[in-house]
């Protein structure tokens, strides 16, 4: 992969994160697995949104969910720290 292509992965990350309700999901995800229903407390937007949001972190890497019976948990994905780390122009990246 080129480059470009590191980089263009990179700003898409940073997009990601940089929507002021999934930076505010992803601080409360910092602290441990949270449901939507603690999430939609942390947030004030429709339910509907909050999911939009979430999707937007699932697809970008950054959360993984898990099934309670019929809740979801979203937790952060092992290594999200690092990837935001390095998409970083002084992170490292490419």
């Known amino acids: ?54 999707r937007v972190l699932r697809e970008a890497g950054l959360v993984t969910t898990s099934r309670r019976g019929r809740w979801v948990d979203y937790s952060l994905a092992p290594g999200a720290f690092d990837r935001l780390v390095a998409a970083l122009p002084a992170g490292g990246g490419p």
């Open 1 to 54: 992969m080129g480059a470009s292509a590191t980089w263009a992965g990179a700003g898409e990350l940073l997009t990601a994160v940089a929507d002021p309700v999934r930076w505010t999901v992803l601080q409360r995800l910092g602290t441990g697995t949270a449901c939507v229903c603690e999430l939609q407390d942390q947030v004030s937007v429709a339910p509907n949104l909050l999911s939009y949001h979430l």
